[in-house]
């Protein structure tokens, strides 16, 4: 991503969804190293520099108005109080301390990265120019019109793609062919990219650029996570990142927590757009989601602690099971069972909204079976084998909202 400003709600989407994705294929045994890929030598940096000089002269008593196309928001000024020197690299600067507010609010949000990769060390390291030359040997790079193509439609793209501009400038594509080659170099059996909706068009070239490299094109998986609107209430919330005028990641925690918001990015299918009520998501109440899990969690949890402080023993020894016969607890067992095939789905199509509707209909099932029964009764032997369901939901709702980045609240 461009560190050009602070994390969106876009991203924070992408962040959750990729931070659940990989806890539950690591749990499904698959080594797995997560990347922020640092978008810091293109254009949009370049300009970033700019709004940020602009920033700073005008803090100076300078008219300098922000560049076309440049960045208005706020942040800006902020970051333009911490310039000492006007002969320092704008560019750098800005987005150095913008990506240390990033990895801030990722840290709060419970995502940690593996590594972060700037694309400007391509650059610095020769890559980008010695992979295109290397490509251009191979005669998938050619020049024309003065600018230098690669040859993406002889591997499925509609048409070719620019590498190298006219002026000499390299287009995003340059880099992200190092960048790709650099994965496959490191010896990944599967590439998985999350990324926004407006890169649908990004795929093939992609695809055509990693099987040049001899990966299979069919273990290169792009995930489109679709954007989310803001609500409050019934009150649209408008956003333009550009213009500054949008409520950060960092602003959206503050407000519902982090629980809360990676809840309601990841509920929904990665490819459908979201709408986010922001009143719903603070209601401490069962018509919030999140709140229902946590809710459902705490209640078997209490249970557990309950009996132990009965005395009552709670292993699953000499218990009779087939005591279990209201149609609830046969239902709970069922979706218990279900756990391995739920991962196993999430596995297969990347769809860790599996987990978490999985999740909805336990909990939907246990409030019920909780408000018509009691566990702990005066019948031990029934109340035994209520205790031995209750701590197998216990163990798959703790271990499925870990799977999710969810916290195990201790009371509610």
Aim: aromatic letters at 12%.
């Amino acid at each position: 991503a461009n560190p050009t400003g602070p994390l969106t709600i876009a991203h924070g989407r992408q962040a959750a969804f990729g931070e659940a994705l990989a806890r539950v294929l690591k749990y499904a045994g698959f080594d797995v190293t997560k990347e922020y890929y640092i978008n810091d030598a293109g254009r949009q940096i370049k300009l970033l520099g700019e709004s940020l000089k602009a920033r700073y002269l005008q803090m100076k008593g300078v008219n300098c108005p922000i560049p076309e196309g440049g960045y208005e928001g706020d942040y800006l000024i902020d970051i333009a109080k911490k310039v000492k020197d006007e002969k320092i690299d704008f560019n750098q600067f800005a987005a150095d301390l913008i990506l240390e507010d990033i990895k801030e609010d990722l840290k709060r949000f419970g995502v940690c990265l593996d590594r972060w990769v700037r694309e400007s060390d391509f650059f610095k390291r020769g890559k980008v120019d010695e992979l295109l030359k290397y490509l251009e040997e191979k005669g998938v790079i050619y020049s024309a019109e003065g600018s230098k193509w690669f040859k993406s439609s002889a591997f499925g793209d509609e048409k070719d793609r620019v590498v190298i501009k006219r002026d000499g400038s390299y287009t995003y594509l340059a880099s992200d062919i190092a960048y790709h080659k650099d994965k496959i170099e490191r010896g990944y059996d599967i590439l998985i990219n999350i990324v926004g909706p407006d890169h649908h068009g990004y795929i093939p070239r992609i695809k055509a650029v990693v099987e040049t490299f001899g990966f299979p094109p069919e273990n290169l998986h792009f995930i489109i996570v679709q954007l989310t609107t803001l609500y409050r209430g019934k009150e649209k919330l408008s956003m333009s990142t550009r213009k500054g005028q949008f409520i950060s990641l960092k602003q959206l925690m503050d407000e519902v927590g982090p629980d809360a918001s990676k809840f309601f990015f990841i509920f929904r299918k990665a490819d459908s757009h979201l709408d986010f009520d922001l009143e719903l998501a603070k209601k401490q109440s069962v018509e919030n989601p999140v709140y229902y899990l946590q809710y459902a969690y705490v209640r078997m949890k209490h249970i557990i602690e309950f009996a132990k402080e009965k005395g009552m023993d709670i292993s699953s020894g000499s218990v009779d099971l087939s005591l279990l016969n209201e149609p609830e607890e046969l239902s709970l067992a069922k979706y218990i069972a279900k756990f391995p095939d739920t991962i196993e789905a999430v596995v297969n199509s990347y769809g860790v909204h599996l987990l978490a509707e999985y999740l909805l209909d336990i909990a939907k099932l246990f409030h019920s079976y909780y408000h018509k029964h009691r566990v702990v009764t005066d019948d031990k032997e029934l109340s035994s084998a209520r205790l031995v369901l209750t701590k197998a939901l216990l163990s798959v709702f703790s271990l499925s909202l870990n799977l999710l980045n969810i916290t195990l609240p201790e009371k509610m």
